[in-house]
């Protein structure tokens, strides 16, 4: 009820001031029509145009001092150079033409301003103009458009050659979980409708299929440095889309159908942390966090530096901390650490009776959990 009378005052207000303007301006005795914009008119918005070209140019220096930081550090996988390149060279190219043609549109916009007596002159067409103005953005497209193709296929390459170490990643609202191939380097058939959470079978692994036994199914994601790897993405709910940005990478996660993304790591996680902008990142956010401690405020601990496979769809309520640590390392220190992890065969099929075959020790059991309580 406040509310609405509130708004009533206010429009009552809002009325009374347009009154009163049409009042003042009956009141005054002019020569000429004060609806029609005189040369003084079109001088200051010619003006103002030009304190509009002011402000563009202002706000990009602005952005480019203040949030360049923010951008990804150097690639950290195989094809992301190529890919870094083919973006930068289409910014380079979007950022000189904008920058020209908005100073040429402003300052045109100035000097052709009405002015008493101007008339405008009749151009039919340039054959010479409208060839040049076409032929150039045609022979800059044409080259990005196939650059960009050829970008396209050769990172979408996805094939078996070089023995590439087969991963799949499974999303579900709201967390990832990865399943290594294991020895044969085959994954076990699996389905939704095979999941079975008393039996901690949270991927639904098909259970006769022979190649299903030595799949690992894990909640951190290890790679090797320099070994391809083949992702396989399956998603048990909705559209999810998993992205990995240090390494370019993100791909759809479509339910009831399997959609793959490849590409080979190039740094580790350790020598990613001795990055210059890396480092200064890490500085930055601790600098922030220690703060937010001062003040009192959660989730404050000193942050270390991690890739990070994340949810790129907004896929519900809990998507923006849909994330999952990726760990690249040596092919030795991936080796150990697999071998520490259990296979399906061991959690789930030696003994479907009970649930303590289960490894609580590798974090599926809070997963499980969680997905439980998801509603
Ligand atoms: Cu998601």
């Known amino acids: 009820m406040t509310a609405l009378l509130t708004l009533t005052v206010l429009v009552l207000v809002a009325i009374a001031i347009w009154q009163m303007t049409k009042i003042f301006e009956l ?4 020569t000429e029509n004060a609806e029609i914009a005189n040369d003084s008119d079109n001088k200051n918005n010619g003006y103002l145009l030009f304190a509009f070209l002011i402000f563009i140019y202002g706000i990009t220096i602005f952005s480019f001092a203040k949030y360049s930081k923010m951008l990804l550090p150097e690639a950290a996988s195989a094809h992301g150079g190529d890919y870094d390149q083919l973006m930068w060279v ?66 979408m390459d996805i094939n078996e050659d070089d023995d590439p170490l087969v991963v799949e990643l499974y999303a579900q609202q709201f967390n990832w979980t990865a399943r290594y191939a294991g020895d044969d380097n085959v994954l076990g058939d699996a389905n939704v409708r095979l999941i ?7 991927l639904g692994l098909d259970e006769s299929d022979p190649n299903a036994e030595d799949d690992i199914i894990v909640k951190e994601l290890h790679l090797p440095v320099g070994r391809k790897v083949n992702f396989k993405m399956r998603s048990q709910d909705v559209l999810h889309s998993a992205y990995m940005p240090h390494f370019r990478a993100q791909m759809n996660c479509v339910p009831g159908m399997i959609t793959q993304f490849s590409f080979t790591p190039t740094v580790t996680t350790e020598e990613m942390r001795l990055n210059p902008d890396i480092v200064d990142k890490v500085k930055r956010t601790n600098a922030l966090r ?28 809990s998507h923006y901390n849909m994330q999952m640590k990726i760990i690249v390392e040596t092919e030795e220190e991936y080796n150990k650490w697999l071998a520490e992890q259990k296979t399906f065969k061991e959690t789930v099929m030696v003994d479907e009776t009970t649930d303590q075959a289960f490894n609580a020790e590798d974090g599926v059991d809070v997963e499980l959990s969680e997905t439980t309580s998801v509603e």
């Open 27 to 30: 009141s005054q005795t002019k």
């Open 290 to 317: 220690a703060e937010w401690a001062a003040e009192g405020k959660p989730n404050t601990d000193p942050w270390e530096f991690d890739y990070v496979l994340l949810c790129n769809k907004i896929c519900g309520k």
């Open 90 to 155: 289409s910014f380079g190219i979007i950022f000189f033409v904008q920058t020209i043609t908005q100073a040429l549109l402003h300052y045109f916009a100035y000097k052709y301003r009405g002015q008493k007596g101007r008339k405008a002159l009749f151009f039919a067409d340039n054959d010479k103009l409208e060839f040049i103005w076409t032929i150039i953005p045609v022979i800059v497209l044409a080259g990005l458009i196939l650059w960009g193709l050829y970008t396209w296929t050769n990172i």
């Open 196 to 202: 079975d959470i008393n039996n901690a079978n949270v």
